[in-house]
């Protein structure tokens, strides 16, 4: 193998970056042979070549004197750009892993760049779509990445580095165990800790559940959960890096349950964790000894055993085999307390207070409620109509509406949203007038959840300024949008349709303003039996 200290052009090849030869580059860049294209004119280019270069700015991936080139058509072969110093190549394969198998990598250390290249083009085109939306992230640190104008990347069979890291993903891919000499390719990851966050949250996870997922990878030793930027959030300690690294290939973004409570797995700065107690919020598996703390209830074994039992689950599973529960298997799982740990006994009744009497109305709170769950009743109490009971399908979706609703502002009034100890919602008995303050909806056509897998599971947001719209008809237009959400009563920030323009997005001033207006406009008649959808965007215009 030629050794350089520095990426040079190798003769027979012109500035149009057609190759003669594959330049070769040592075993410490991690740099495999590849044909030269367009896009890598910006890192091999010297500056005598007559073209633009990268110049200094090109250590750390810097954009500002890059050469233009024009946007390459989509290949299996994607350029990573931007990446952090210290990045490995597990955690660059680890952004493609969620989409398809990864055939090959090629990083430039000196760069900050990679190439990765999947098994399919269709898997490049599922990854640049979703990277569209989401911005990636290595280290904490936003990455870009593009379609590259190579087809392939021709391997260095000798960069034996390289090829154990792909044998390691194929290992896990497949189910199997890595070699010996894979996990000392892997042991670059320096620490044995894991950031897990959970996205899409619509059935609450515990600490029981994710022992019983990563357990497959390694020894789990200790794992704290907590909620933070209203994420529930763990850090989970394996008792060896390999293991983290090897979990971490294989899990991130893989979704716990049909098409919800999502995966997003990066590496924890600390390696070691201190735990206290034991108890439903942490736990130090090597020291059964603590104690539970001042009311925290302690572990309930029985939860994991129930989960184990369950063949389609993530839990039963070898690496590799990440079949998610269906979305029924999942309401039946957590439907208890099992997702619902320390609230033993736990129903699917809200108590709503501090609501504004003068405002509220059965309709308004099966609304906003039902974005976060099927409500089936709404009773609004008749002596004290300043609070409500909501009943929801389940325990699960009390839950998640009580974390996301408590505390907001609605008409002009903060309220509050408590578990209730009412297991139902009694429904008037007959001939009993309450003057309408009790309503039935368990068969309402409007339930956002009633379908399984459906993609409103993906789409559960916090309350926010920006709210999504679609199924908006075609002769629509952004004024008359504008208008409708400024006539709720609210101030239209922004706006800005989706290229096929049956979805937007419309930003109002403030977060009650939204939860107004989507209050008074989801399922508005836009004409034509056309009906307005409405709900809480997690972007920004």
Known sequence: MYRCSTPRMEAGSDSGGRAGRPLKRSISDVAVGVKRGSDELSMYNSPNSGMSSISDGASNGSDSKKLRVEEAPPSRVLHIRKLPNEASETEVIALGLPFGKVTNILTLKGKNQAFLEMGTEEAAITMINYYT????????????????????????????????VLQAVSAVQSGGSPSSDVQDALAAASSPVLRIIIDNMFYPVTLDVLQQIFSKFGTVMKIITFTKNNQFQALLQFSDPVNAQQAKLALDGQNIYNSCCTLRIDFSKLVNLNVKYNNDKSRDYTRPELPAGDGQPSLDTTVAAAFSKDSNSLLGKIPGALSPLSAAAAAAAAAGRVALAGQTGSSGVLLVSNLNEEMVTPQSLFTLFGVYGDVQRVKILYNK???????????????????????????????????????????????????????????????????????????????????????????????????????????????????????ALIQMSTVEEAIQALIDLHNYNMGGNQHLRVSFSKSTI
């Open 133 to 164: 939306t989401v911005t990636p992230h290595i280290r904490n640190i936003p990455i870009f990445i593009q379609y590259s104008n190579h087809k392939e990347l021709k391997t260095d069979a000798g960069n034996q580095r390289t090829q154990a």
């Open 385 to 503: 109509k300043d609070s409500a009971l909501i009943q929801m399908s389940d325990a699960n979706q009390a839950q998640l509406a009580m974390s996301h609703l408590n505390g907001q502002k609605v008409y002009g009034k903060i309220i509050r949203v408590t578990l209730s100890k009412h297991q139902t919602v009694a429904l008037p008995r007959d001939g009993l007038d309450d003057q309408g303050l009790t309503k039935d909806f368990a068969n309402s056509p409007l339930h956002r959840f009633k379908k399984p897998g459906s993609k409103n599971f993906q789409n559960i947001f916090p309350p926010s300024a920006t709210l999504h719209l679609s199924n908006i008809p075609q002769d629509v237009t952004e004024d008359d949008l504008r208008l409708l959400f400024s006539n709720a009563g609210g101030t239209v920030k922004a706006f800005k349709f989706f290229q096929d323009r049956k979805m």
